[in-house]
Nanobody, 115 residues
Framework: QVQLVESGGGLVQPGGSLRLSCAAS????????MNWYRQALGKERELVASITPLRDVTTYADSVKGRFTISRVNAKNTVYLQMDSLKPEDTAVYYCNAIHISNYWGQGTQVTVSS
């Protein structure tokens, strides 16, 4: 059974940091591109960050470049999103996504940036 389980979301003040984790199981994690998406209320889901299975090549949305860092530990079947210098506009549900032969999604974790 394929599972992607996100954790680490919550409420943080502007300028603060959070680290999201996504634990994967049921598929060959090391073969998959791993992505973090987010969806704010009333907006479309957008790709935030991506990391390849080999050489860990990363890409970021312009809106988070320099503030967010995606990483993965294949031995733990886990992908992370370190979010620093958070802004109110980063408030959204954050989703973990795995894509290769198949396309898998987690259930999402809420991130709220507010004073």
């Amino acid at each position: 059974q394929v599972q992607l389980v996100e954790s680490g979301g919550g409420l943080v003040q502007p300028g603060g940091s959070l680290r999201l984790s996504c634990a994967a199981s049921g598929f060959t994690f090391s073969s998959y591109v791993m992505n973090w998406y987010r969806q704010a209320l009333g907006k479309e889901r957008e790709l935030v960050a991506s990391i390849t299975p080999l050489r860990d090549v990363t890409t970021y949305a312009d809106s988070v470049k320099g503030r967010f860092t995606i990483s993965r530990v294949n031995a733990k079947n886990t992908v992370y999103l370190q979010m620093d210098s958070l802004k109110p506009e980063d408030t959204a549900v954050y989703y973990c996504n795995a894509i290769h032969i198949s396309n898998y999604w987690g259930q999402g974790t809420q991130v709220t940036v507010s004073s």
